[in-house]
Every structure is written in C-alpha cells, then in structure tokens.
C-alpha cells in the first residue's frame, strides 16, 4: 500500500471551557465546550503510508522526533489502522505555523491536521463529525479544530457521539487578539492540571452546573449576534476556570503579574468605549475577543501599554482541509 495525504486544520480558542476528563482513556470530557477557529495560527500535515517503511516516524517543524514523541502519535493512529484493517507504517511530516512568540498551544491543530489526513490516507474518509470523535483522542481541543467558526464540542455520552458541532462561521464581525505575557513551557501541563482540579478542587460542581447555564446562554448570544453578551459570558467562564484551580489540593494557578496588569488595562480600554472581552486558557497569556473592525485599534494601546510584548491579531478560521 502506497499513499499519500496532507490537511490543514487551524487551532481554536474555547469561550466556554474543556477542563476534566470524566474517561481519560477515551478522552470523554466532564462538560461540553464552545470555541473559535482561528485563522492566525495552524499546522499542516502529510501522512505517507508505505509498506516499505520499517516503522512509524515522525519529523515536526524539520526535526525527526524521538521515540517518545512518536510512539504518542503511532497509538493515535492505530486508531485509524484498526478501523481501516490496515498495518502500514507511516512517516508524518508536520509543520505548525502557530508563532512561538504568540505562546498558544498547537494540540487542537495538530491532532485534527493528522487525524484527517489519516483519515484520507487510510482510505476510511469519514465524515467531520466522525472524524471530530478520532481526533478527540488525540487531544480534548482537536475535537473542536475540525470546523470552522464557532463549534461546539457536546460532551455526549459514548465515545461515538462526544463530538464537534458547526454552532455558526462566525461571519459577523468577529476577530481574536492575543497578548502574549510569557511563552515559556508551563510548568503544570494542562493533562495533569485539569485532573488534578477534577480529583480535589472545592469549587469543581459548582464548575460543572454554572458551565451548563453559560454554554446555553453564549449559544443564545450566538444565534442573536449579541456581541456583548457572547463577551460577557466568554470572560465570566474562563475566569471561573481558573477559580476551580485554586480551589484544587494543592492550589495552583497559570497566572503570572504581568497578567493582572494586561487584564486590568483591557478593562480599562472596555470603559472607554471598546467592546472586547478576555480569557485566558492553560497558561498565562492572554485572549481578547473583540470585533474585527476595531481588532488594530485596540492592538495599538495594548502595544502602547505592553512594547516588549508580541501583541497578534486574528480573524475567524475556518475548518480542517486536505490541501
Ligand atoms: C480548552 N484547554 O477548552 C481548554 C481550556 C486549556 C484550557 O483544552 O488532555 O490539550 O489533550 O485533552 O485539549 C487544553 O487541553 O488537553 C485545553 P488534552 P488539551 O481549550
């Protein structure tokens, strides 16, 4: 067997939350969750199947990586090879085009650009909602990476339909700012915070019930294209995220100082009149849901306030393409 596929798939923001797993083998999280697919920042990635490789490699951004590293990705897609009856080795070549200095995590675009490449290669071509369900295993995120826009991610109840639903393309005005405050490796991985929060945070169920209600008022925000509504409920969730990790044995948090300092000044540039609305994912670095159209402006006094801090500018993404 000889073939040869490649796909691009962007990364996304959550406005409301993924953080705990209720299955951890099947990656079957403990709520549902609503994104943005960014264009910005993507990874793109070719699956070549050869009966004449000896094994699985794996070479990200020119570097062959090591066995630990692919051994990841060759379980990821045995997942493929046993639906497909297949036992072809692959050689994965990934690039991601997500800047270093925008300091986001690549997961979500990674495992949706492999997932559906391995997903026309293999020959399976299954749909992008059956699809989402394979790449979930590869990373929570990358369930939600298949499509563009706004997208859903229902928690389900099985392995088979805890999947990506298209919510709206987001076509209305709609960009993403992100204000990096520090880019180095975190110290605590998103996997092992999100567990810890579910095994011990006081503040977990309180989590879980008020994330329902968000998730079915920023739906209705959505369908009204009420701007400031799907604002207001993006910073409320993400900073109620992190209120769960401090209330987790022992207390942990991604915040750093610089972070106040670039929420306190969005909420200033907010009470002169702009409309944007921030949150924060695994790490300290900053995201500010805002209208496209003002997106340069607000990025000039965050620069002006932040000079030695990379300040980026999204629109809307779209979702995973075999290119
Ligand atoms: C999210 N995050 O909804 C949340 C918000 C970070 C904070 O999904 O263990 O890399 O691979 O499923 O998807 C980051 O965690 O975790 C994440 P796994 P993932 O975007």
Redesign the pocket.
């Known amino acids: 067997m000889e073939r040869h596929s490649k796909a691009r798939a962007h990364t ?3 406005l ?4 705990g ?1 209720r299955d ?1 083998t099947l ?1 079957l ?1 403990m709520n549902s ?1 609503l ?1 943005l697919t960014l264009d910005q920042f993507y990874t793109e990635t070719t699956v070549e199947l050869s009966d004449s490789f000896e094994k699985d490699s794996f070479i990200l951004n020119d570097r062959l990586q090591d066995d630990s590293e692919t051994t990841k990705i060759s379980r990821f897609l045995d997942l493929f090879r046993q639906e497909a009856g297949i036992q072809t080795p692959a050689k994965i070549t990934s690039q991601n085009f997500v800047p270093t200095a925008a300091g986001l ?1 690549s ?2 675009s990674a ?1 949706a650009a492999l997932g559906a490449a391995m997903n026309d290669a293999s020959g399976l071509k299954m749909d992008l909602a059956t699809l989402s369900t394979y790449v ?1 295993r ?7 990476s298949v499509y563009g826009g706004f997208v859903e ?1 229902q928690m389900g109840t099985n392995s088979a339909d805890s999947m990506a639903v298209e919510i709206d393309d987001a076509s209305w005005d709609i960009g993403m700012i992100t204000v990096a405050v520090n880019t180095n490796k975190k110290t605590v ?3 092992d ?2 567990k810890l929060t579910v095994e011990t945070s006081a503040f977990y169920p309180a989590w879980l019930e008020s994330t329902a209600k968000d998730l079915r008022l920023i739906k209705e925000a959505i369908y009204k294209h009420d701007f400031q509504q799907l604002g207001e409920i993006t910073e409320s969730n ?1 900073m109620k ?1 992190h209120g769960t990790m401090l209330g987790a044995t022992p207390p942990f948090s991604y915040w750093e100082a610089l972070t106040v300092e670039v929420l306190t000044k969005i909420r200033e540039i907010r009470r002169q009149g702009w409309q944007c609305y921030f949150t ?4 300290p670095n900053v995201k500010i849901l805002c209208r496209y159209s003002d997106a340069e402006a607000i990025q000039k006094l965050l620069t002006t306030a932040f000079p030695d801090n990379p300040v980026i500018i999204s629109k809307v993404g779209g979702g995973v393409k075999l290119i």
């Open positions: 996304n923001i959550a409301i939350k993924y953080w797993k951890e990656f999280p969750s994104s995590a997961s979500a495992f979930r590869g990373s929570g995120s990358a369930t939600r991610w991985s998103s996997r915070g999100m993400g995220m924060m994912d695994a790490g």
